[in-house]
Each structure stands twice: as C-alpha cells, then as structure tokens.
C-alpha cells in the first residue's frame, strides 16, 4: 500500500501529511513531536481533530511542514489531519467542520 500525501496550508506554511495505521506516534520533519512544536498550544491544536473523532491511538502521523511560524505550521498541519481522517472515513467531516477543522 502506498501512503498518501495530504495538504494543509495557513498562510504561508505548507504541511504534507501522512496517515499510517499504529498507536499515535506524531513525527514532524523526522523529529519528535515534542521538541518540533515546543509549545503545548501547538501540539494540542495538532491533535485536535485526533483527539475529537477519536482517533489519537490508532494512527501514525508523518508532518513534513515548512513556511511561516511555528503557529502556522501547526494549523497547517492540523488541516491536513483532519482531510486525511475525511478520506479515510467520510463520515467524520460534519464533526470536524463544525469544530472549524476544515477551514483554511
């Protein structure tokens, strides 16, 4: 199976995610989670749409984000989960739209 590559963009950052089946290891830039996003602020807005469908234990996610400030890039990133999470189960899209997950 190959991985597909989802876009988030917010003003000038642009994230390239990828979703794998696991228990919720979060790499960006092919660091860890923690100290490629030191602010908690930003690692929870990351997680969100996770967290919110109930997905946080059940999958990987590969971040390869560049542009902008470290906020953009989070919300950039957060985007680009929540369209992976829609792909994989349309279902989920009216949850994160109206938590405003799919909003640029």
Request: charged letters at 30%; proline letters at 4%.
């Amino acid at each position: 199976m190959t991985d597909k590559i989802y876009i988030g963009r917010r003003k000038t950052s642009v994230a390239r995610v990828i979703l794998r089946n696991g228990n919720g290891k979060v790499t960006v830039n092919k660091r860890e989670f923690e100290k490629a996003f030191p602010q908690l602020t930003n690692r929870d807005d990351i997680l969100g749409p996770l967290k919110l469908t109930e997905t946080d234990d059940k999958y990987d996610v590969l971040v390869n984000v560049n542009g902008g400030g470290t906020t953009g890039q989070a919300q950039a990133t957060r985007l680009g989960i929540a369209r992976a999470l829609i792909d994989i189960n349309p279902d989920l899209r009216p949850k994160l739209k109206i938590e405003g997950y799919l909003t640029r």
